[in-house]
C-alpha cells in the first residue's frame, strides 16, 4: 500500500500524527518554553488514560486502526494530544499569569487520588448502565466541579479552557472530515451521541467542552500552581 493510499485509509492514525505536529512541534516556537514542556507533560500524564477508549468502542465509534487491533498507537497519541492541546489553550491565554517554577513538581499521591476518582466514576456510571461517552462525560465534568471548588479563583482558567480548547477542537474536527470526508462515518450517527451537529458528532462537542476545563484543573492541582488573581468585577 502506498503512502498516500495509508493517508486516506487511516485518518484517525495521520490525524493525531498532523494535530502533534501543529501542537507540539510548532508549539515550541509558539510558547514559552516552560509552558511548552508543561504541555508535553500534560500530555504524557494523560496518555496511560488510551486503554479506557475501549469503552467506546462500537456503541459511540468504530475507528479504523493501523493493523487492525482494538486499540493501537493512535489512542495513545489522541490521549497524549487532547491533554497537550488543553494545556496549549491556556498557555496562550493565561500563561503570563501562571508561576512556573524551574524544576515542575508533580504531586502522585494528588495524581493518584484525582485520577482515581475520574475513573471509580467513570466506572460505576458504567456498572449503573450508562453508556461510555455519557459516563465519561459526567465523571469529568463532577471532577472538574470538585477541582474548581477546591480553588474557586481558578474558574478563569476553566473557562478559557471550556471556550478555547473547544473552538480549537472543534475546528481541528472540521478540517479533518474536510481532508477525510469519509472519516465521520466511523462514527455510530445512529445513536444520541454520534448524532451530527454542523456535521461533527454531538458527542465530541461535549467532551470537548468538558475536558478543555478538566484536564486544566487537574494539572493545577497536582503540580500545586498559583496563578495571579484576577481583577474582580468590584475593582476592588
Same mark, same amino acid.
Given at each position: 500500500?502506498?503512502?498516500?493510499?495509508?493517508?486516506?485509509?487511516?485518518?484517525?492514525?495521520? +490525524?493525531? $500524527? /498532523?494535530?502533534?505536529?501543529?501542537?507540539?512541534?510548532?508549539?515550541?516556537?509558539?510558547?514559552?518554553?516552560?509552558?511548552?514542556?508543561?504541555?508535553?507533560?500534560?500530555?504524557?500524564?494523560? #496518555?496511560?488514560?488510551?486503554?479506557?477508549?475501549?469503552?467506546? !468502542?462500537?456503541?459511540?465509534?468504530?475507528?479504523?486502526?493501523?493493523?487492525?487491533?482494538?486499540?493501537?498507537? !493512535?489512542?495513545?497519541?489522541?490521549?497524549?494530544?487532547?491533554?497537550?492541546?488543553?494545556?496549549?489553550? $491556556?498557555?496562550?491565554?493565561?500563561?503570563?499569569?501562571?508561576?512556573?517554577?524551574?524544576?515542575?513538581?508533580?504531586?502522585?499521591?494528588?495524581?493518584?487520588?484525582? #485520577?482515581?476518582?475520574?475513573?471509580?466514576?467513570?466506572?460505576?456510571?458504567?456498572? #449503573?448502565?450508562?453508556?461510555?461517552? +455519557?459516563?465519561?462525560? +459526567?465523571?469529568?465534568?463532577?471532577?472538574?466541579?470538585?477541582?474548581?471548588?477546591?480553588?474557586?479563583?481558578?474558574?478563569?482558567?476553566?473557562? #478559557?479552557?471550556?471556550?478555547?480548547?473547544?473552538?480549537?477542537?472543534?475546528?481541528? /474536527?472540521?478540517?479533518?472530515?474536510?481532508?477525510?470526508?469519509?472519516?465521520?462515518?466511523?462514527?455510530?450517527?445512529?445513536?444520541?451521541?454520534?448524532?451530527? /451537529?454542523?456535521?461533527?458528532?454531538?458527542? !465530541?462537542?461535549?467532551?470537548?467542552? $468538558?475536558?478543555?476545563?478538566?484536564?486544566?484543573?487537574?494539572?493545577?492541582? $497536582?503540580?500545586?500552581?498559583?496563578? !495571579?488573581?484576577?481583577?474582580?468585577? +468590584?475593582?476592588?
Amino acid at each position: 500500500m502506498t503512502i498516500g493510499a495509508l493517508f486516506q485509509a487511516y485518518p484517525y492514525l495521520f +490525524t493525531n $500524527i /498532523v494535530s502533534f505536529l501543529i501542537f507540539v512541534v510548532g508549539g515550541r516556537w509558539i510558547l514559552q518554553k516552560r509552558h511548552w514542556r508543561l504541555m508535553i507533560i500534560c500530555g504524557a500524564l494523560n #496518555a496511560p488514560c488510551f486503554p479506557f477508549l475501549i469503552f467506546l !468502542e462500537n456503541e459511540y465509534w468504530n475507528p479504523m486502526r493501523a493493523g487492525g487491533w482494538i486499540l493501537g498507537v !493512535e489512542d495513545i497519541l489522541c490521549s497524549f494530544m487532547v491533554a497537550a492541546m488543553s494545556w496549549f489553550v $491556556i498557555a496562550v491565554s493565561f500563561g503570563r499569569r501562571i508561576k512556573l517554577p524551574e524544576k515542575m513538581k508533580i504531586s502522585w499521591s494528588r495524581y493518584r487520588i484525582i #485520577a482515581g476518582i475520574s475513573v471509580i466514576l467513570f466506572l460505576l456510571g458504567y456498572l #449503573a448502565g450508562l453508556k461510555g461517552m +455519557t459516563s465519561l462525560l +459526567t465523571a469529568c465534568g463532577s471532577v472538574a466541579a470538585l477541582l474548581l471548588l477546591w480553588k474557586k479563583e481558578r474558574w478563569p482558567l476553566a473557562l #478559557a479552557g471550556i471556550i478555547g480548547f473547544t473552538l480549537i477542537y472543534l475546528a481541528l /474536527v472540521r478540517s479533518y472530515f474536510f481532508i477525510w470526508p469519509e472519516f465521520v462515518l466511523q462514527w455510530n450517527m445512529q445513536t444520541f451521541w454520534g448524532g451530527l /451537529v454542523l456535521g461533527i458528532p454531538l458527542g !465530541e462537542i461535549a467532551w470537548a467542552s $468538558i475536558f478543555g476545563a478538566y484536564w486544566p484543573l487537574f494539572m493545577m492541582h $497536582i503540580l500545586d500552581l498559583q496563578n !495571579e488573581p484576577f481583577p474582580s468585577r +468590584t475593582g476592588s
